[in-house]
């Protein structure tokens, strides 16, 4: 509120017209009567442009880290819900996750995933996501660093 902040090149693109597919383009375009997403260079130069305005530098992200900044904030999260007692158990959390947006019910649910993957794992991600990103959702969860310290799992609560 009462920040200037630069629109961003997304904004740029509502404000040519771009809507996406309804307007055959958007960030991709698309040709008449087809769904497929065609890659743009208009947009391609807007990023760039963009980019360079904000000082960003382009970097590679590995599929391991896409998987920590989806998933492990989920369950740092998770935990957060927990301590406040919003849900009971971490089985709670996974049933909402399978059922209510799709997590592959195969890994059990994003909590019992995190026993398997390793807290200890997830909180030192956390924590280093909270270095080098910042934001309160990347706040270690009290629940969390309590569990590692102890050695135990989401499953002994």
Not at 93 to 116: E, H, K, N, T
Not at 136 to 142: S, V
Request: hydrophobic share 35%.
């Amino acid at each position: 509120a009462g920040e200037d902040i630069p629109a961003s090149w997304m904004d740029k693109l509502a404000e040519q017209g771009r809507l996406g597919q309804k307007t055959q383009a958007g960030v991709y375009k698309y040709e008449e009567g087809s769904r497929k997403p065609i890659p743009d260079p208009e947009v391609e130069q807007l990023i760039e442009q963009f980019r360079k305005e904000q000082g960003i530098t382009p970097r590679e992200i590995t599929d391991q880290e896409i998987l920590e900044r989806c998933v492990y904030v989920m369950i740092n999260e998770g935990a957060k819900i927990l301590e406040e007692g919003i849900a009971d158990r971490p089985l709670d959390i996974d049933i909402v996750w399978i059922y209510g947006y799709g997590f592959p019910a195969y890994r059990g649910g994003p909590m019992f995933w995190a026993d398997q993957e390793g807290l200890d794992t997830i909180l030192s991600a956390v924590k280093k996501y909270q270095d080098t990103v910042g934001g309160e959702q990347w706040e270690p969860a009290a629940l969390l660093e309590k569990l590692v310290a102890e050695g135990r799992k989401f499953a002994d609560l």
